[in-house]
Each structure stands twice: as C-alpha cells, then as structure tokens.
C-alpha cells in the first residue's frame, strides 16, 4: 500500500539538498504535512525552509559525510531523500579525473553511505507503509 502524506506526521524525514530547488520544495511539502524535516546543505551557515533542521554537509568530504551518517542514525531517520548532487559542465575531454571523482563521491558514494546509515532504524521499526 503506497505512503499517504498523512502517514508522515510526526516522522522524521532527512532529504539531502534540502536548502534549494527541488530539494527546498519537497522539505516545505513534508514539513505541512506535520513530518520532522531534516535537510542537508554545504554552506556552514546555510539554512533550509523555517521550521527544518539543518545539517551542514560537504558529501565530497568523506569525514563531514560520516559525521552525517553518525548523526542520521541518532536522529532515527524513517524517510530518505537523497536529492543532493553535482555536475561538471564541458567537454568530456576536458573533465579532470579529481572533478569525475568528486561527481561520484557526491552523486553516488554518499547516497550509499546514508542508505546504509538509515536502513538499520528503518528495518527495525517494521512499519508497513
């Protein structure tokens, strides 16, 4: 049975990427529907719609995005949105093997890390949604 927003209420939600663009609106979507929104951004002091909580996280820094998945596991994440990420616009030719691996790291290997750092309180909770 799909998720109703009404199912939301009251459950914690973290969506990377949330301080703008698509990631910004989805926060404002849950936060009226009563879920506890977190969301990530790079800037220090960055900010996301009022009433999230911000987390400040550079994905292509490997500490600061384990420091994040420590955090996620206290927080008992039950909703994840991964929407954060990167390109690098040029020609191919001209994209540095750093800058393709900085892509991957934000792109891919952080999604992977929160998935893993959010699956062990989801799976716990056995919820039927």
Not at 60 to 85: F, H, R
Not at 110 to 119: D, E, K, M, T
């Amino acid at each position: 049975m799909p998720m109703k927003y009404s199912d939301l209420a009251g459950r914690s939600v973290l969506i990377t990427g949330g301080t703008r663009g698509i990631g910004y609106a989805v926060a404002e979507a849950l936060l009226e529907q009563e879920a506890e929104v977190h969301v990530t951004g790079t800037k220090k002091d960055g900010k996301g719609p009022a009433g999230s909580i911000f987390h400040s996280c550079d994905f292509s820094n490997t500490e600061e995005l384990e420091n994040l998945c420590d955090k996620v596991q206290q927080i008992n994440v039950e909703v994840l949105i991964n929407n954060a990420g990167i390109n690098k616009t040029g020609a191919f030719a001209e994209l540095s093997p750093e800058d393709f691996l900085r892509i991957q790291q934000v792109n891919l290997y952080s999604a992977f890390r929160l998935i893993q750092a959010v699956l062990p309180g989801m799976t716990s909770k056995n919820r039927s949604v």
